[in-house]
């Protein structure tokens, strides 16, 4: 589970930067890399969700050691 919670962690990073460049330049990186492929694209941004929604997991497996 560890190498899930770590590949999870990899892909909200990159979710993050994506979206710390649309709030400071207005430019998606994912639109630029994948172009009109439109499914591409919504691929990338559910991987993104899920990868956010597995990382919860790692914010209560933390109070979980104390």
Not at 32 to 53: C, E, K, P, Q, S
Request: aromatic share 12%; charged share 15%; proline share 0%.
């Amino acid at each position: 589970m560890e190498t899930l919670q770590k590949i999870a962690l990899v892909f909200t990073i990159i979710g993050a930067v994506n979206w710390g460049l649309i709030g400071l330049f207005d430019f998606n990186l994912v639109t630029a890399i994948t172009g009109d492929m439109d499914v591409i694209r919504n691929i990338i941004y559910i991987i993104v969700g899920v990868a956010g929604l597995i990382n919860i997991g790692i914010f209560f497996q933390h109070f979980d050691e104390d």
